[in-house]
């Protein structure tokens, strides 16, 4: 069965330092991954996705993420976070392409500090 | 773009009566929505992939009875919960699949049974 792993329920860091998010997947076939952020009570917002092709995604507002296979992981980084980054990130795991479900992690809260 | 929208974002209703959320796709077709629940500092719960056209498929656990979907049109699924109690309470968040686009959500709607 899918299923999706975000080791860190909740992470702080300061303002300016690097950020990565973990995120482990179990998936039969070759996965589709994503990862969305989500500012309280709103909706999601796309930050990027892997579907093929170079393991290393770029993603908006400066985020990117990579794709390891062997160890089955799609972390999320960012070189410098910002007071605004501040959100719940969560990743998903789909069959995108059949039209199927996506299956989410349990989501990681970043809080960032002055 | 890929752009979906939901009505309404919040919503406060007695207990005993239904509810119905609107899940729109602008600017595209969608022969394939989601909706999922959301419980206050938690992940995304897939509760039923609503099909263009014919019954919508729910997750284990969901009582279909209770969690109407209709999916009447390429661009419209709607959730109506009925005869709603304080316990169904929650955020609910639909999506809709767009080819090359990934997962479209939208903005979400807070529903309060009192």
Redesign the interface.
């Known amino acids: 069965a899918q299923s999706v792993t975000q080791p860190d329920i909740h992470i702080t860091v300061s303002e300016g330092a690097s950020l990565e998010l973990r995120c482990n997947y179990s998936y039969g076939a070759t996965p589709y991954l994503?990862w969305?952020v989500q500012s309280p009570?709103?909706?999601?917002?796309?930050l990027l996705?892997y579907f093929s092709g170079d393991t290393l995604v770029q993603g908006i507002k400066g985020f990117e993420a990579e794709f390891k296979r062997s160890q089955s992981s799609f972390n999320l980084r960012k070189p410098s976070v910002h007071w605004s980054d501040a959100a719940e990130y969560?990743c998903?795991v789909?069959d995108?392409?059949q039209?199927g479900?996506?299956?989410?992690?349990?989501?990681t809260?970043l809080s960032v500090k002055p | 773009g890929a752009v979906v929208s939901q009505h309404p974002s919040r919503v406060i209703c007695k207990s005993g009566t239904s509810v119905k959320i609107e899940c729109r796709s602008l600017d595209f077709q969608a022969t394939t929505m989601f909706w999922y629940r959301q419980f206050p500092k938690q992940s995304l719960m897939l509760m039923a992939t609503s099909n263009e056209g014919s019954k919508a498929t729910y997750e284990q656990g969901v009582e279909k009875d209770k969690f109407l979907i209709n999916h009447a049109s390429l661009t419209l699924s709607t959730l109506t919960v009925t005869s709603a109690h304080p316990e169904d309470s929650s955020f609910y968040i639909c999506s809709a699949n767009r080819k090359n686009y990934g997962y479209t959500f939208g903005s979400g709607t807070r529903l309060t049974v009192v």
């Open positions: 994503f969305y009570g709103q909706g999601l917002q796309l996705k969560f998903a789909g995108y392409n039209g479900k996506l299956i989410f992690g349990q989501g809260e």
